[in-house]
């Protein structure tokens, strides 16, 4: 791994070799966790108070991942809707990121961390 790009360099054949930026991995991983049903935000973590609410502005918002040279460790930090079992929530969180790295990237995914920083609650949702 180059660390100084912060890239994975997978070897290639012939026609050269392919980097992959730790960021592509985070995003992702947002990406993914932004699909599964009762995600309602990403949050930035404990230290960073400030919850990015589903959108396209950063999709990497609250996902730390560890890429070494053919698997990867990813934390993400969500906000829950209010009501949606949190256990089942954050299990689906886990393998839907699984399955969207590892067949985008080829890396293998080790260990998926879900941080649950709060619940919200649909009023506020349509509030702000």
Do not use: C, H
Not at 77 to 90: D, F, N, T, W
Not at 96 to 120: D, H, P, W
């Amino acid at each position: 791994m180059d660390e100084q790009g912060k890239q994975l360099i997978i070897e290639g054949s012939d026609t050269g070799s392919i980097k992959i930026s730790d960021d592509v991995v985070k995003i992702i991983a947002g990406i993914a966790a932004m699909e599964v049903e009762g995600v309602s935000a990403m949050s930035g973590g404990i230290a960073d108070g400030i919850v990015e609410k589903l959108g396209r502005k950063n999709l990497s918002r609250g996902v730390k991942a560890e890429v070494g040279e053919k698997d990867s460790k990813i934390e993400i930090s969500v906000i829950i809707e209010y009501g949606k079992p949190i256990k089942e929530v954050a299990s689906r969180i886990q393998a839907r990121i699984k399955e969207a790295v590892e067949s985008m990237t080829g890396l293998k995914v080790v260990e998926v961390n879900v941080n649950v920083q709060g619940v919200s609650f649909a009023k506020e949702i349509q509030e702000e």
